[in-house]
């Protein structure tokens, strides 16, 4: 995805019978300026789906401490990660 | 622009985690109760014939946190930190499909990405690997459940990633209709595949050499040495009302997310809308 990119006119079927309209969603992030943001907002969203479903279970940062695992246990559960 | 979806994704995430909590603090919570007192008996059952057996009684984990915390505040402030998670991610791949899949009106774009998030990251893993309640899965597996769980996880995610970029390139050729179904088949073809290879809990080597041949860890009845019944095996209706709330939270969550999320994007990216002029082409879908 290049800076910028957007969806070639010509190459839509629509578009070709039907009159010019504005584009559906005009905006096309520039995926180079935009990707910091993206990319850490998607890590830290990865960092608390981590603590939340796998954490004091199968791997552990805090070693044998199971408040996080005791704490979010029933949530565990329910959101269907594997538990105990 | 990214700032703001985010911000916005956040939003939808968190609204949706505190319904999902709700949902789950009224229909999953008694079920829990239920399981974790069928655990309860059962090990005193257990303990009792150990006792008979000679056997030395195994030691009890210390509780952390009383089930009163861990079921009205636990359960609550993990609902919503995952649907805050889950709102962050949504809209991550939001801000990457905007203008890249097609001419989708904000709104539709944003219950499409949800309906995504649903299936990637729950529904399709949870077909081969369901929801459990407490009292099923043993303690000595989890580093391998764990694992098949995130491997489902991961592939499903990233063959409707992969779907997705194969209906883009198939639609010129087919159309939209035709390159649609051809991708959504394509997807059911692969992880169909992934689902068939990956080992069922129960064949797991641990759990078949110390339960036998069983396709899941789900608990059987407990007998004593002579083969008698001393305590019956998980109540089946329990698991499928726990498995039931479990995907009518998650679709809550996902349904909730986008369309919280619908309309603030169309604000957004269609500002002008509100002031367009009688007869302007209308918006796409």
Redesign the interface.
């Known amino acids: 995805?290049e800076q910028g990119?957007?969806?070639p006119e010509g190459?839509?079927?629509?578009?070709s019978i039907s009159?010019p309209?504005?584009?559906?969603?005009?905006?096309?992030?520039p995926?180079a300026k935009?990707a910091l943001?993206?990319v850490g907002?998607?890590v830290?969203?990865?960092v608390?789906?981590y603590?939340?479903?796998?954490d004091q279970?199968?791997?552990s940062v805090f070693g044998k401490d199971?408040?996080i695992h005791?704490?979010?246990?029933?949530?565990?559960?329910?959101?269907?990660?594997?538990?105990? | 622009m990214e700032k703001k979806l985010i911000l916005r994704g956040l939003l939808a995430g968190a609204a949706a985690g505190l319904l999902a909590f709700l949902f789950a603090r009224v229909f999953a919570e008694p079920q829990i109760g239920k399981a974790i007192d069928y655990e309860s008996g059962r090990d005193a059952a257990q303990a009792a014939l150990d006792k008979a057996a000679g056997l030395p009684a195994a030691g009890a984990d210390p509780d952390l946190f009383s089930r009163t915390v861990q079921a009205d505040v636990g359960i609550g402030a993990g609902m919503i930190v995952f649907g805050m998670a889950m709102g962050a991610l949504f809209a991550v791949a939001y801000a990457v499909c905007l203008g890249r899949v097609g001419r989708l009106r904000a709104r539709t774009l944003a219950l499409l990405v949800a309906g995504g998030g649903f299936l990637g990251m729950y529904l399709v893993p949870f077909l081969k690997y369901p929801a459990n309640p407490p009292a099923i899965g043993h303690e000595d597996t989890i580093r391998a459940r764990s694992g098949l769980y995130l491997i489902m996880v991961l592939l499903s995610v990233a063959f409707l990633v992969a779907a997705a970029w194969l209906g883009r390139r198939l639609q010129p050729r087919f159309g939209n209709w035709n390159a649609t179904l051809l991708a959504a088949g394509a997807f059911v073809v692969a992880i169909g595949a992934v689902m068939a290879i990956l080992p069922p809990l129960g064949h797991l080597a641990y759990n078949k050499e110390h339960f036998g041949n069983h396709a899941t860890e789900t608990p059987l009845p407990l007998t004593d040495a002579d083969g008698r019944i001393v305590y019956p095996g998980f109540p089946a209706d329990v698991l499928f009302s726990f498995r039931c709330y479990s995907v009518a939270a998650q679709l809550l969550l996902w349904t909730a997310i986008g369309l919280v999320f619908a309309p603030l994007a169309e604000r957004l990216l269609h500002p002008r809308t509100q002031a367009a002029a009688p007869g302007a082409a209308p918006l796409p879908v």
């Not at chain 1, 190459?11 to 578009?15: C, E, F, Q, V």
């Not at chain 1, 309209?21 to 992030?29: D, K, M």
């Not at chain 1, 603590?51 to 796998?54: L, M």
């Open positions: 995805m990119r957007t969806i190459g839509l079927t629509l578009s009159a309209r504005p584009a559906a969603t005009p905006v096309v992030l995926a935009a943001w993206l907002t998607a830290l969203a990865l608390a789906y603590f939340i479903g796998v279970g199968a791997v199971m408040h005791e704490f979010v246990h029933d949530a565990r559960h329910f959101l269907g990660f594997p538990c105990h």
